[in-house]
């Protein structure tokens, strides 16, 4: 028998709300937070915390103080069976990058309900075991996980619910899944360093890549060291605790006693970490470290010197992402995985190792 889920006051009004903005009985402006508090019989700070909910899962969109909420109009596609589609996020920053905000809108002109959980992989740890009970708690009738470990999506493919693997670890599991193929890129990027007489080459890695056995990306760069005459070690590939304060601890560690001559950071968000914690060591790129990000966002276009970088396309993944939604919704499993391209863009922040 399976366990009843009592929802707390705020998911209560928030379910209760949903119900009437998809049967029409709310459209345009919300009405107010007192005024529904008065409507409803519930106290007002509960209002508050249902539509925060409700702003989370995109039915509504904030305008600023004193001014009402926006309900975001469903598209009915009378083809579909509309989808309560949970995107579970690495970490919370992540619901503003272009892609994820492409995604949402995407799903949401296909009539499904797109929304984010209370919490991302990050801020759980990457733990299997709070990640279930964050299923549990959410009704969602199908999940994407954004770059989510081996175990986390290990945890998924065993579990009687519909999944897509938005990059991560999941390229040899029975789940649905789309990932730039980064490989060809990553051995031109490590073939470019190693071209430049640098050893120490360190690739600051996810977990999901680097444990167990290494991802194919991961693989690729150790190949390469070797390829070009160094043996790949610990160093080259450091663990490292998935954590802002575990991050800046490894880079601390790294430059203690034999400072790398270059780095290829895993995402931009370490990329803007590793920036600024040269920045305060006054180190310069290229000039006395390489430094590369396996990742681009377009802000980042207003760099210079222009950051070396590896860049896909988003639009394939959103695409199948949403196709992967409508085949569901007509009762048609889909297992189907896809690789998209990847490219190594060789900007100007890596160069010739510059030692004394």
């Known amino acids: 028998m399976q366990s009843i889920r009592i929802l707390s ?25 007192h005024r529904l508090a008065q409507d409803l019989g519930v106290n007002h700070k509960t209002v508050e915390a249902a539509l925060l909910i409700l702003e989370t899962e995109g039915l509504l969109i904030p305008r600023g103080a004193g001014r009402r909420r926006q309900i975001v109009r469903q598209v009915v596609n009378e083809k579909v069976r509309p989808l309560r589609v949970a995107i579970l996020l ?17 799903l949401r002109e296909g009539g499904h309900l797109a929304f984010h959980p209370s919490n991302s992989l990050m801020e759980m740890g990457m733990k299997p075991e ?14 994407v996980v954004q770059t ?28 649905a899944s789309v990932i730039p193929d980064k490989v060809p890129a990553i051995r031109e990027l490590t073939k470019a360093l190693v071209a430049h007489g640098h050893r120490r080459i360190v690739f600051l890695a996810w977990k999901g890549i680097r444990v167990r ?39 601390e560690s790294l430059f203690r006693l034999t400072p790398p001559t ?57 695409k199948r992402v949403v196709q992967w939604a409508n085949h569901l919704a007509k009762g048609t499993p889909d297992f189907r995985r896809m690789l998209t391209r990847a490219e190594f863009v060789r900007g100007a922040t890596i160069g010739p190792v510059n030692e004394p």
């Open 213 to 251: 056995r290494p991802s194919p990306a991961a693989q690729a760069f150790l190949d390469e060291l070797s390829a070009g005459g160094i043996s790949p070690g610990p160093y080259h590939m450091p663990d490292w605790k998935e954590t802002v304060e575990g991050f800046h601890d490894c880079l």
């Open 148 to 175: 989510g470990s081996r175990e986390i999506l290990e945890w998924f493919s065993g579990q009687n619910i519909p999944v897509m693997a938005l990059f991560g670890g999941g390229r040899d599991l029975p789940i």
């Open 9 to 33: 006051a705020a998911e209560q009004v928030a379910r209760h709300l949903e119900q009437e903005i998809l049967n029409g009985s709310l459209d345009g402006a919300l009405p107010g937070v």
């Open 130 to 143: 709070r990640v279930a009970r964050l299923v549990g708690r959410t009704p969602a009738d199908a999940w």
């Open 262 to 318: 270059a780095l290829i950071v895993d995402g931009v968000s370490g990329l803007l970490a590793t920036q600024q914690f040269l920045a305060a060591r006054r180190l310069r790129s290229p000039e006395d470290i390489s430094i590369a990000c396996l990742d681009w966002m377009p802000d980042l276009a207003w760099c210079r010197p222009e950051i070396t970088h590896i860049r896909w396309d988003a639009r394939p993944v959103v």
């Open 90 to 106: 690495f970490s919370k920053e992540d619901r503003n990058e272009g892609y994820m905000v492409d995604l949402r809108h995407t």
